[in-house]
């Protein structure tokens, strides 16, 4: 099972690029990587998803080494509402158990 | 509109009374989830489901029970015996291997 390592907190300003970076050492030939958002009081909602290189949707793009041990969530020109905590999440292979790490906090001020 | 549904959002217990959550969807997904996070913590899995009449364990699944004997349903009783039920419990499902989580919108048990 892979476990993921990301900072706790993160802080930044409007209109700044972020980039949150997830450690996962043992990560499985099979293993996606997602990220995950969530605000308080709420279920996390799905960011992006990539196996490897660099996957760009209309929010962020996720950028993975050859090695696959990390990945790099790149939040463009953040805004207010980016503040959130963001999960990093590397599947078992099939239907299994789904471990989330403790997330990075981020706090983004005018 | 497709979708994952918990209910009640907000739930009340005294303490030594079982309580079971609600989780519903209409995704037509195999696999469900329940996970538990408290104030500034992660999210902590209890309980998962790949199909119907089949579940596992998670890492926090004493004092927890379900079932699964439909597609769309995975309620989550929280027994008596769980020494710190109050927290927020959060339902999931998804696809296939690999596809991302679909979460509910969560329940709020608070146990005095």
């Known amino acids: 099972l892979a476990k993921t390592t990301q900072p706790i907190s993160m802080d930044s300003y409007e209109g700044q690029e972020v980039n949150i970076t997830c450690s996962h050492n043992?990560?499985?030939?099979?293993?996606?990587i997602t990220w995950y958002q969530q605000f308080p009081s709420q279920g996390p909602r799905f960011i992006i998803q990539?196996?490897?290189t660099k996957v760009t949707n209309e929010v962020a793009s996720l950028f993975i080494p050859a090695d696959r041990k990390s990945s790099t969530l790149s939040l463009p020109r953040v805004s207010l509402s980016d503040t959130a905590v963001y999960y990093c999440?590397?599947?078992?292979?099939?239907?299994?158990?789904?471990?989330f790490g403790t997330g990075t906090r981020l706090l983004v001020s005018p | 509109d497709g979708g994952i549904t918990q209910s009640p959002k907000y739930l009340f217990r005294k303490e030594g009374q079982n309580v079971t959550l609600s989780c519903e969807q209409n995704?037509?997904?195999?696999?469900m989830y329940w996970y538990r996070q408290d104030p500034g913590q992660g999210l902590r899995l209890i309980y998962y489901?790949?199909?119907?009449?089949?579940?596992q364990k998670g890492d926090i699944a004493e004092g927890y029970s379900v079932s699964r004997e439909k597609k769309e349903s995975f309620p989550l009783t929280v027994t008596s015996a769980q020494k710190n039920p109050t927290a927020f419990y959060l339902c999931?499902?998804?696809?296939?291997?690999?596809?991302?989580?679909?979460f509910g919108n969560g329940t709020r048990l608070t146990v005095t």
């Open positions: 999931a499902s998804r696809a296939t291997a690999n596809s991302p989580l679909h």
């Open positions: 043992n990560i499985a030939t099979n293993d996606y």
């Open positions: 990539g196996y490897k």
């Open positions: 999440l590397v599947g078992d292979t099939g239907f299994q158990k789904l471990v």
């Open positions: 995704l037509n997904h195999d696999a």
């Open positions: 489901s790949q199909i119907v009449n089949d579940f």
